[in-house]
């Protein structure tokens, strides 16, 4: 079940705020987030799993709701270099080395 | 290596041609995905080895499509009688533990 990711597309200026969300429809054990700058390849970003915490890397942060099966990605104070594809991946059950699910991904555009 | 390598970076072959896309993962990763990008699209799961096994072939799109893992390392996907449809970015990824991958830049594959 290929997870659904809202906006699909988003323009920021710089310094502006944004939330990227990745929903699913089954439950998830883990959900991973990745940016994919053109014409390279996608960047780990973070993994939220089921029961953890809230996770950040610098202004970029993410959260895992149990409930709603969604996970969602903030980046604050958005800079140039954020512009990119960013795509969730999800993870239904705890195996390891599982092959990812991921959805159709959000494409951002950071502007001066 | 110190990161996932794939070769070629470019393929332009005519359509009904066979090709062959090679992937050498980080040393000592376990685990090795293809995934497939079309324009525009989310990263579309292909197959996944464990060690030299390939536990989920469940993604390959036809039987065109094969793919084999030597040596617990180099992986190679080919696709027989290229059609356009497979034309797109064929992506690699290998990681350790917990699905957390690391993914390659990609061979552009476009059919003529």
């Known amino acids: 079940q290929q997870p659904v990711q809202s906006p699909q597309a988003v323009i920021l200026r710089e310094g502006e705020d944004a939330v990227i969300n990745c929903s699913s429809s089954?439950?998830?054990?883990?959900v991973h987030w990745y940016r994919q700058k053109h014409g390279e390849a996608p960047v780990f970003l973070m993994i939220l799993l089921k029961g953890g915490e809230q996770k950040g890397h610098e202004k970029i942060s993410a959260s895992f709701n149990e409930k709603k099966q969604q996970s969602s990605l903030y980046l604050t104070a958005s800079q140039l270099s954020y512009s990119g594809t960013y795509f969730c991946?999800?993870?239904?059950?705890?195996?390891?080395?599982?092959?990812?699910?991921f959805g159709k991904g959000t494409r951002l555009s950071v502007i001066a | 290596g110190a990161g996932v390598s794939q070769s070629p970076s470019n393929k332009v072959t005519e359509k009904g041609k066979d090709v062959e896309l090679r992937c050498d993962p980080i040393s000592g990763h376990t685990a090795l995905y293809w995934y497939r990008q079309s324009l525009g699209q989310g990263l579309e799961f292909l197959i996944y080895?464990?060690?030299?096994?390939?536990?989920?072939k469940s993604g390959l799109p036809s039987d065109r499509f094969s793919a084999e893992r030597t040596g617990g390392s180099v992986s190679t996907l080919t696709i027989q009688r290229t059609q356009q449809e497979d034309s797109a970015v064929y992506l690699c990824?290998?990681?350790?533990?917990?699905?957390?991958?690391?993914f390659g830049s990609g061979t552009r594959l476009t059919v003529v």
């Open positions: 991946g999800t993870e239904r059950h705890r195996g390891g080395n599982t092959p990812l699910v």
């Open positions: 089954k439950a998830l054990y883990s």
């Open positions: 080895f464990q060690g030299n096994s390939a536990p989920d």
């Open positions: 990824a290998s990681s350790l533990a917990e699905a957390v991958g690391t």
